[in-house]
């Protein structure tokens, strides 16, 4: 058995609990009262090490991500060739970048899988580069419009293809939630948003938007202007036939002045 401790060497202390009878907590206090410059050597101590741990410790990073139109498109499913067209013409580089440097917003009119299968087969194929960016572009505003705003619009709407009001002119008009879309080749509607906040607006439609500028045929280039080498030669054949005319006039002059002279001769031979 363990010697019981001496009640006559410990502070009174009202009696709390079995806590309070603790050996290591009464021998604890003892030392705090015999030793106070220790104690406070040894709390400052602590105090220090904890700040040093604070200031160690990495700031939690941001809750929010930027904005990426890829990820969104591929977590609302169902725009596989989109996904594929705005990766390979980086149109979705931009609009990101833009999303991030600028304050308008964008809104972006995104075709599902549907709407690409329906198109005539091949016609993806028989575009190049530039073509299927300005097609990309052509479903892309510059500004963020919601869905009760598209009355608000002036048509032609203006979009990243372009502001040519005829070869890629797109109008819009909007009835209550309903939101029809014409390109001069087809008409479609807003079948639903897939994703708003309050800067980037994406809408679902069915149909691809075609802009007129594909079928239309462009203007032929101006004619180029004629050489100078060939300007001489034109002006020579053209002093040719005037030399010549001029040759047989002064040989027709010649020739009336040579009878003219026999004929006063004759006449003077005969008055004698």
């Known amino acids: 058995m363990k010697p019981p401790i001496n009640s006559t060497l410990l502070p009174s202390l009202p009696h709390q609990g079995p806590l309070f009878h603790s050996p290591i907590l009464i021998t604890q206090k003892m030392v705090m009262k015999k030793h106070p410059f220790l104690s406070l050597s040894l709390f400052l101590m602590v105090m220090c090490y904890t700040t040093t741990i604070s200031a160690q410790t990495?700031?939690?990073?941001?809750?929010?991500?930027?904005?990426d139109i890829i990820r969104i498109l591929k977590k609302a499913g169902g725009f596989t060739t989109l996904i594929r067209l705005l990766t390979t013409t980086q149109v979705s580089t931009q609009i990101n970048a833009q999303?991030?440097?600028?304050n308008n917003g964008l809104t972006v009119f995104a075709p599902n899988d549907n709407a690409f299968q329906s198109?005539?087969?091949?016609?993806?194929?028989?575009?190049n580069d530039q073509q299927k960016n300005e097609l990309i572009q052509f479903h892309v505003l510059p500004t963020f419009v919601s869905i009760s705003n598209f009355d608000t619009l002036s048509n032609p709407v203006r979009t990243q293809a372009g502001d040519d009001p005829d070869r890629l002119a797109l109008n819009i008009t909007s009835s209550g939630n309903q939101v029809n879309m014409t390109t001069g080749v087809v008409n479609t509607t807003v079948g639903g948003s897939v994703y708003s906040d309050h800067q980037l607006a994406i809408y679902q439609v069915d149909k691809v938007l075609l802009p007129r500028d594909f079928f239309i045929p462009k203007p032929p280039p101006p004619a180029p202007a004629p050489a100078k080498a060939k300007a001489s030669s034109a002006k020579k054949s053209?002093?040719?036939?005037?030399?010549?005319?001029?040759?047989?006039?002064?040989?027709?002059?010649?020739?009336?002045?040579?009878?003219v002279s026999l004929a006063v001769a004759a006449a003077v031979v005969f008055s004698l």
């Not at 999303?99 to 600028?102: G, K, V």
């Not at 005037?242 to 009336?256: P, R």
């Open 58 to 67: 990495p700031a939690p990073s941001p809750s929010s991500s930027p904005t």
């Open 99 to 102: 999303l991030l440097n600028s």
């Open 119 to 127: 198109l005539k087969p091949g016609f993806l194929n028989s575009l």
């Open 238 to 259: 053209a002093d040719g036939p005037a030399s010549a005319n001029d040759s047989a006039a002064i040989s027709l002059k010649l020739k009336n002045g040579m009878w």
